[in-house]
């Protein structure tokens, strides 16, 4: 395929969305629609646990434990136009490029070391 094809399926990038790694306690604010018409933003608070994709299919799952104690697991595509904004609270020292062993955790032995620069 011709270079001047390939960029017209390219999505512009987000310059203003941080860098997210593999274990940052992220706070997604997501564009959803109430009705028909009427929009808002809602926050949703929780560790990436997984990274994949590139280019227009990149994409990140966050876990987030909902009230109950039910672990719930949301992936956003990183270009999509629903995606508010990222902020990024802190970082983790991990040594995995997935973090599904995350599922089986609760209480104490669910936390992740800080990690500091």
Known sequence: MSDVLMKAFDAPTREDLPEIR??????????V??????????????????KGGYNNNEHF????????????????????PRIESI?????????????YYMRGRTGKSARLKEKRY
């Open 22 to 31: 593999i274990g940052d306690s992220v706070t997604v604010y997501v564009k």
């Open 33 to 50: 629609n109430v009705g028909q018409k009427n929009e808002r933003v809602q926050m949703v608070r929780g560790l990436v646990i997984a």
């Open 61 to 80: 799952t966050v876990r987030r434990i909902a009230p109950g104690g039910i672990g719930v697991e949301l992936t956003y595509l990183v270009r999509s």
């Open 87 to 99: 902020k990024v609270q802190r970082h983790a020292h991990v040594r995995r490029a997935k973090l």
